[in-house]
């Protein structure tokens, strides 16, 4: 059993990139898909470098969109585990904007993304424990117990959820739908 412990900030990257016009979508912005590669890149270093091992993403918590990146802009990363279980890990992204001419620096989005250690094999392995050290990094910490929970609930709600009932479909006549 691995008892080791690692702290938040032996997990920390940053990456910076330079936004060209081949990132860019049809109305001149930064490509969503683009930004999203590269936030999945820094999870898995941010989480093989924690881990020690190759890392795959089990899944990507909500992604907002907050404001538009342009050609031309410096785009930095930022990553660190915040929260460890047994082999999972959730890695916090933040993705900052910067305008190089005007210095004027804009947060674009922010995510999480879980990543689960593997072995040679495919196996999934044991990663260090967490050494908290700061109020923040407790709190990143207690805000991933609390996203992991809900999402339980959530998923357990879907399993028990009657979407034939008469509540329901009188409930769905609300919308913008027609039940056919």
Do not use: W
């Not at 990456?15 to 999870?43: E, R």
């Not at 005007?102 to 993304?113: A, E, K, L």
């Amino acid at each position: 059993m691995n008892l080791e412990y690692k702290t938040v900030s032996e997990s920390k990257i940053t990456i910076s990139q330079l936004m060209l016009p081949s990132h860019s979508n049809f109305n001149g912005k930064i490509h969503g898909g683009y930004i999203l590669s590269l936030m999945d890149q820094i999870a898995f270093a941010c989480a093989s470098k924690y881990s020690g091992t190759y890392c795959v993403t089990a899944s990507v918590d909500t992604v907002d969109f907050l404001s538009p990146i342009e050609i031309g802009e410096l785009v930095t990363l930022k990553a660190s585990v915040n929260y460890v279980g047994k082999t999972s890990m959730v890695v916090g992204i933040r993705v900052d904007s910067e305008n190089i001419q005007t210095g004027t620096v804009n947060h674009c989005n922010s995510s999480y993304f879980t990543m689960v250690a593997k072995d040679k094999l495919g196996n999934s392995v044991q990663v260090p424990r967490l050494a908290l050290s700061s109020l923040e990094e407790k709190r990143r910490f207690f805000s991933c117990i609390k996203r992991i929970a809900t999402r339980k609930e959530r998923d357990q709600h879907e399993e028990t959820f009657d979407y034939s009932s008469n509540e329901v479909l009188e409930e769905l006549k609300k919308y913008n739908i027609e039940i056919l």
